[in-house]
């Protein structure tokens, strides 16, 4: 209980703090129409404190298009708004604007049904004062047609027009008495006034609210009239002007028949217009004219006689026909035949352009036809085309007395030359009627070349390039797919032969145009195919290798294959001969590479890591197939060239360096197994030594295989230093292996030639055919005495 | 009547056939080798001898830790008082020593006419203490000595520590080289003598070997049989004394001797062509004839023409009948025939040598043609023909003597041995023989070699140099005590280029350094290009002949080796 006692007057509180202070008038504010009435606080008026806030509700009127008006005193020392939205000042303000341009006492808003209430919010006051006020809910229209209807009424009768003169004319008053141009520009002026009132009631009509319409409401008949007084005089100053407008015209014209011709579009609107006009001004005002047309046909003709080029006459001859036809007048024959001239000249020079617009929309449908036409397209064209200059103007044959005028000339010879145009269009779509069917057989066949070569042989069809343009391409490209056909199927020589025929191929229709793309697509399709030769020829070669790496029989043979030569030698290329053979040269190096390097390398490493793996099988064969490859092997790779030679009987295997055990092979010489298989190895012995007459044993740990019998049968068949047999009946020592020693048999003294080879070479003999693995190893002699 | 002289002729020859078969020589188990009377070998293991067949008794008579043989894949070596356990990571080499190996005084040979009973008496077997002793000896001879060389240059020492509990000794090697199994035992392959030698005998002739000696009979036959511990298969071995080797082929014909380890003029005997009865085996030469010119009596420009004027090849082709029906043809050991060329020799070391056939040396071959002007009248030559070699240097007397060949300018005498150590001679022709052409060609033999052919007396003199090194003495070269005359004792012109020659040839026999050995042949050959000291003619073939009483597969004769290192092997052909 006490919670809730305490939150009231918590509430209580800060209500007494809101920043906006609401005055209640009583009575209370009322939205009904009904004049001015003041704003009482009982019957008071509120007294508003220094730079307090207020606000006040206004309920909203019964209808839109109402003017909330507020009339107080000491406006200008508040600062006030109204807002159809308020909460105590919080959340964005709509101010309502006030239309009164009174700054001290009047206010009036706009205000509608949208709304409950607008409040009135008193932002601020500069010093204590007495609220006087009062106000009015009215609907706009009355608000502002009351405020205006006097000077609106001033103004009318301020800008009417003093018809006595005018309505005298020719029996008060004459021709002669006016002054037009004066009265031209106060029309003017007058006109203007009104229209502007003119604007202001249509204004005020359109926030009529329905409920007025057909009323007595004064003010609404007030409206009613004087709106209508307005009009009425609108429309007579409007055919006044007219009057006053020629007749000025006329009179500033006098010797001067350009302005008087100027005037004549007017002359005759003022003349069609005659039932405007009382009889009698009207006849003032035709006799006066009258008076001055003939003036004008001269001046035509001198006009037309000066023009040298084929624009159209732009002259008011129709109008001057027409308007002696609305004065009710006989047209003079000079007149109109001069007005036919014109029409005729005119009319024939528009159907010239446009026929000639028409046969270049034609040709230029033609040039721009995107398809190659049907057989029966120009048929149709030519049709066309024919119908289009048999209806051709015919010139000056019909332009009479002025066909001798210079424009007249011009146009007949535009006709002519238009004419020409004709026939050499016709004459083109025949031929090109003629050899359509043919380039549509050809295209059939995709004999573009011909095509071309028809086309060009063909004389002024030339408007067909454009259409046929892609010929060139198509060619191009048939000729480039004869190439990419001839290449896929490996027909190098025949792509060659294509290549170049088109390289030389000069048939087509734009070659200018054409000739930088032909040009990239034999150079493409040179790439191509030397990239094409090249890498097939590379692959043929790889493939082999691959196919090739194990083969350990004939494999001398292998370097003669074909595969590592090109697939094709060329003999042509558009990048020219000299290009070529440096292209050839880099070819044939690469299939050289492989040949002589890649093949040889990749076989011997491959077949020697199986060799060394497992030596008793086909040891021999591989051995001898790597033997075979290293012959080939031309590159600089040391490892290989070291096992090739390691499987090479034949080559010497180097001793470098004294103490050192060295592994070799022992293979079989003899070309297949025997009874007895004959086996070589070689030694170049080459050990650095400062000595000047290197002198060394040689120690050969020999298989048990190889020397188990030695004892019985001399184990070797030769030993020979640079050829020079090596016997132990000479003062060299030859140690007989045996198991004792681990069959390792010592040749000594050795004697090396200091930085040459020297070439130790045995051989021995065995029943068996196969790999035999020997250690070698060379040192400094001891002095033996046996 | 003439019928009657003719069957009277066939049963003359049908008695001499059945005398023949029946009391005709049989050599069935013996091994008979011929040699020349008055030159009867004298064994020394480790000293070169003048006598050929006596350095290769050494292989015979005696063993070494272990013995070069040979087998038909070329040199082996087989144990022989010891046996190879060991030879680790520091080069120690450990020999057990076999203590079972008895000396061949530990057997007594009866002998009854041509019967020889071999019988155990009490047995002396192979020590440490032997060992020791030889290589004690094997130092002290020093370059004397090819042992000497062979030893010093792998053994630290020239010692071994042991025997242990196992007979073990342990060698410690030098760590300068890889030591294969046959470098070891090369090195151990010297031979060994008792302890209980004089270390200076005349000859030695109680060994381990495969055969032992049992006595010479009045006609000088030396006789040795099998050692009964021995692995040789044939019983007997006998020497066989004649008066110069021109009958050696004869006897070998007449199946009075079986082997015949070289023949007269190395060449091929035409009467021992039948290869159904002999068979041949050729090694390298061993052999030079050289004429060495006496520095007394000729000047060094004298010597030069003399060298020029003596044409080897003219003499060669004449000594071998080139060109004609009687040619002596010849056949080496690579298969080569009438090759005789090959034998010419122009330098100290002959052609065949290592250090000429691998251009260690080159020698000068050009001659130019002799300014006989400075020379004497007459050269005067000698020769003597009873100390070997006789059929060769009586056909090189009468070839060098002919008028046709060098105009009668040299006069070549066959003297008496005598004559030849008075030194009054330009020049002398000998035969060398027994050199071998591998590192050890042996320089002493050559110059410092008494110049008695009675004697083998090598006249090295060698002082220490304080540091434990020896050094040659100059008076190595004494004028009596050389061929070639070169005393150092005297003023000599050229004395300083003789200080030289000593001293190469000191500093060639006894380095242990093959790049010294070869330095000093060059200077050697250069030397005596400049000096020269003689006209080295050439060299001899080695061609042996062999009864096909003996299997020829078990002969094998293998280069510098001495021809019977494998006579161990050697057996009878079994007839099928």
């Known amino acids: 209980m006490k919670v809730k006692i305490l939150i009231l007057l918590t509430s209580i509180y800060l209500a007494g703090c809101a920043a906006y202070k609401e005055l209640k008038p009583e009575p209370e504010v009322s939205s009904i129409e009904n004049g001015y009435i003041e704003i009482k606080d009982g019957g008071d008026n509120f007294e508003l404190d220094k730079d307090k806030k207020y606000f006040m509700k206004f309920p909203a009127p019964s209808d839109k298009n109402f003017y909330l008006v507020i009339n107080v005193d000491n406006k200008d020392l508040m600062k006030t708004y109204l807002t159809p939205y308020f909460d105590d000042g919080k959340g964005q303000i709509i101010k309502i604007e006030d239309e009164s341009a009174d700054p001290l006492k009047t206010c009036y808003y706009p205000v509608d049904n949208s709304v409950q209430n607008f409040y009135w919010v008193i932002e601020s006051v500069q010093y204590d004062i007495i609220l006087n006020m009062d106000y009015r809910y009215v609907p706009q229209w009355r608000y502002k047609f009351e405020t205006k209807y006097a000077r609106l009424q001033e103004t009318l009768l301020n800008n009417t027009v003093d018809r006595v003169p005018y309505n005298g004319l020719g029996t008060t008053t004459k021709l002669a008495d006016f002054d037009f141009g004066n009265e031209v520009t106060k029309t003017k002026e007058m006109t203007a006034n009104l229209e502007k009132v003119q604007a202001e009631l249509n204004e005020i009509e359109s926030i009529f609210p329905a409920s007025v319409l057909n009323t007595n409401d004064e003010a609404y008949q007030n409206y009613r009239n004087i709106k209508k007084q307005v009009e009425d005089e609108l429309t007579f100053q409007k055919n006044y002007q007219a009057f006053v407008n020629v007749m000025d015209k006329e009179k500033v014209s006098r010797r001067n028949t350009a302005a008087l011709d100027e005037a004549v579009p007017d002359i005759l609107t003022l003349f069609q217009n005659k039932d405007a006009y009382d009889t009698n001004v009207f006849a003032e005002t035709k006799k006066t004219i009258l008076d001055r047309l003939p003036e004008l046909v001269p001046y035509y003709e001198k006009k037309i006689a000066d023009k040298r080029d084929t624009s159209p006459i732009n002259l008011n001859t129709d109008e001057l026909e027409k308007a002696y036809q609305a004065a009710g007048e006989t047209v003079p024959g000079n007149v109109a035949e001069l007005n036919k001239f014109v029409n005729n000249f005119n009319t024939q020079l528009q159907n010239l352009k446009n026929t000639e617009a028409e046969l270049d929309a034609i040709n230029e449908s033609v040039r721009n036809q995107s398809e190659m036409p049907s057989n029966t397209y120009f048929s149709g064209i030519i049709t066309k085309v024919g119908r289009l200059k048999y209806n051709m103007p015919k010139g000056n044959s019909s332009f009479g007395k002025y066909a001798n005028y210079a424009c007249s000339q011009k146009l007949s010879s535009d006709i002519q030359t238009l004419n020409y145009k004709f026939n050499r269009s016709l004459d083109g779509y025949r031929s090109a009627d003629r050899i359509v069917p043919q380039l549509n057989e050809y295209k059939t066949n995709k004999q573009y070349s011909s095509m071309i070569r028809l086309l060009k042989q063909t004389p002024g069809v030339e408007f067909l390039t454009d259409t046929y343009k892609s010929l060139d391409k198509l060619s191009i490209d048939k000729q480039a797919l004869e190439v990419r056909t001839a290449m896929n199927n490996a027909n190098w020589a025949g792509a060659e032969t294509e290549l170049k025929s088109l390289h030389l191929d000069q048939n087509f229709l734009r070659p200018a145009v054409i000739g930088s793309q032909k040009a990239q697509t034999v150079k493409v399709l040179d790439d191509t195919l030397s990239s094409r030769v090249a890498r097939i020829s590379k692959q043929r070669a790889q493939k082999f290798v691959a196919d090739n790496i194990n083969t350990l029989s004939n494999v001398e043979a292998l370097y003669s294959n074909t595969a590592f030569t090109p697939v094709y030698n060329r003999t042509f290329s558009s990048i020219g001969q000299a290009d070529l053979e440096r292209e050839q040269l880099v070819l044939n190096n690469e299939l050289s590479y492989l040949k002589e390097q890649y093949f040889p390398s990749t076989a011997i490493k491959k077949l020697y890591a199986d060799f060394v793996k497992n030596p008793d099988n086909d040891g021999v064969l591989k051995a001898r197939a790597i033997a075979a490859h290293g012959d080939q092997y031309k590159g600089e790779d040391k490892q290989v060239k070291t096992w090739a030679a390691e499987c090479n009987p034949w080559a010497s295997k180097w001793i470098t360096k004294a103490k050192d055990y060295r592994k070799l092979y022992a293979l079989p010489v003899n070309a297949s197994q025997s009874a007895s298989n004959e086996y070589v190895f070689r030694l170049n012995i080459r050990i650095p030594s400062d000595a000047k007459f290197p002198t060394y044993d040689i120690n050969v740990k020999l298989p048990k295989e190889v020397a188990k019998d030695a004892a019985s049968e001399q184990w070797y068949r030769s030993i020979t230093l640079n050829n020079d047999p090596i016997k132990n009946e000479g003062y060299y020592a030859i140690t007989a292996p045996s198991a004792s020693n681990n069959y390792e048999c010592q040749i000594t003294p050795v004697r090396m030639r200091k930085d040459e080879d020297n070439i130790l070479e045995i051989r021995f003999n065995n029943p068996k055919f196969k790999v035999y693995e020997v250690s070698i190893m060379a040192q400094k002699p001891i002095i033996k005495k046996n | ?576």
């Open chain 2, 1 to 576: 009547m003439k019928k009657g002289l003719i069957i009277g002729a066939i049963v003359i020859v049908v008695a001499a056939v059945l005398f023949y078969l029946f009391w005709g020589p049989n050599l069935d188990g013996k091994i008979v080798i011929p040699y020349i009377a008055h030159q009867k070998p004298r064994i020394d293991p480790h000293l070169p001898s003048a006598v050929p067949i006596a350095d290769k008794m050494d292989e015979v008579v005696f063993d070494g830790l272990f013995n070069v043989s040979a087998n038909p894949s070329g040199i082996t070596y087989e144990d022989g008082l010891g046996e190879l356990v060991e030879l680790d990571a520091n080069n120690n080499v450990v020999v057990r020593l076999k203590p079972r190996k008895k000396w061949h005084e530990s057997y007594s040979a009866a002998i009854e006419d041509d019967e020889v009973n071999v019988s155990e008496k009490e047995a002396v077997y192979f020590t440490a203490q032997d060992l020791n002793f030889t290589l004690k000896r094997i130092q002290r001879l020093g370059s004397l000595s090819p042992d000497y060389i062979l030893v010093s240059q792998a053994v630290e020492g020239m010692t071994f520590s042991g025997p242990d509990d196992n007979n073990e000794i342990r060698f410690k090697f030098f760590d300068d080289r890889i030591w294969t199994e046959a470098d070891i035992k090369e090195v151990l392959s010297f031979k060994i003598l008792p302890h209980n030698s004089d270390i200076n005998q005349a000859e030695y002739l109680n060994g381990t070997g495969p055969y032992l000696y049992t006595h010479a009979t009045e006609e000088n036959v030396l006789n040795y049989q099998v050692n009964p511990s021995g692995m040789a298969e044939i019983q007997q071995l006998k020497l066989q004394p004649f008066i110069d080797n021109s009958t050696y082929t004869t006897e070998l014909k007449n199946g009075n001797i079986n082997c015949l380890l070289s023949t007269p003029f190395g060449s091929l005997s035409p009467i021992l062509s039948d290869s159904q009865d002999y068979f041949i085996k050729s090694n390298i030469s061993t052999t030079l004839f050289a004429v060495l010119f006496n520095v007394e009596r000729l000047s060094v420009t004298q010597r030069r023409e003399l060298r020029n004027l003596i044409d080897n090849k003219k003499v060669l082709d004449r000594f071998y009948k080139v060109n004609t029906e009687q040619q002596k043809h010849i056949e080496d050991y690579k298969g080569n025939k009438d090759n005789y060329n090959d034998y010419l020799n122009y330098s100290i070391f002959p052609t065949s040598s290592y250090y000429v056939d691998n251009k260690v040396v080159i020698p000068m071959r050009e001659r130019n043609s002799p300014d006989l002007s400075v020379l004497p009248d007459t050269v005067r030559i000698q020769t003597c023909l009873n100390y070997g070699f006789r059929e060769e240097l009586s056909e090189l007397v009468q070839i060098m003597n002919d008028p046709a060949l060098f105009g009668g300018k040299i006069k070549v005498t066959a003297v008496q041995n005598d004559e030849i150590k008075r030194g009054n001679y330009d020049a002398v022709l000998i035969a060398y023989s027994g050199y071998r052409s591998n590192f050890l060609y042996d320089l002493y033999e050559i110059f410092l070699r008494e110049p008695d052919f009675s004697l083998h007396n090598i006249n090295l003199i060698t002082d220490s140099d304080g540091r434990g090194m020896r050094m040659v003495n100059e008076r190595s070269f004494e004028g009596n005590k050389n061929f070639f005359r070169i005393d150092l004792a005297s003023d000599h012109p050229e004395r300083d280029n003789f200080v030289k020659l000593l001293d190469y040839i000191y500093g060639f026999m006894s380095t242990r350094e093959v790049g010294d050995k070869q330095a000093y042949a060059q200077f050697l050959d250069e030397l005596d290009q400049q000096m020269a000291l003689g006209s080295w003619m050439f060299s001899l073939p080695s061609l042996a002949y062999f009864s096909t009483q003996f299997d020829d597969k078990s002969v094998d004769l293998y280069g510098v080796a001495s021809q019977l290192s494998t006579i161990e092997k050697w057996r009878e052909k079994v007839e099928k």
